[in-house]
């Protein structure tokens, strides 16, 4: 729409609240993810490795039913196998 400002923490705070939960705890954590978006607290990273401390981080569990495998990456600064993520 013309005139209307792109507002990020609105955008971010639809996304997590049309995630339909799995299960109560899933359902905590949306709750507690949406309380936190609400109470105006900087969600994107801002400095390198973690400024502010609590920030938005993104991954994604890729699984491939049929053969039962997980792709994990080897992640060089946390020195760990994880899902692959950005921040």
Same mark, same amino acid.
């Given at each position: 729409m /013309?005139?209307?400002q792109f507002d990020p923490r609105l955008?971010?705070?639809d996304l997590v609240q049309a995630v339909v939960p799995y299960d109560e705890r899933e359902s905590a954590d949306q709750r507690w993810m949406l309380d936190w978006i609400d109470a105006g607290y /900087?969600?994107?990273r801002t400095a390198k490795p973690a400024t502010p401390h609590r920030h938005?981080?993104?991954y994604a569990a890729l699984l491939d039913e049929a053969a039962r495998t997980l792709m994990l990456v080897?992640? !060089?600064k946390a020195k !760990?196998?994880?899902m692959p993520g950005v921040h």
């Open positions: /013309p005139g209307r955008v971010v705070r /900087p969600l994107f938005l981080a993104v080897d992640h !060089a !760990a196998w994880l």
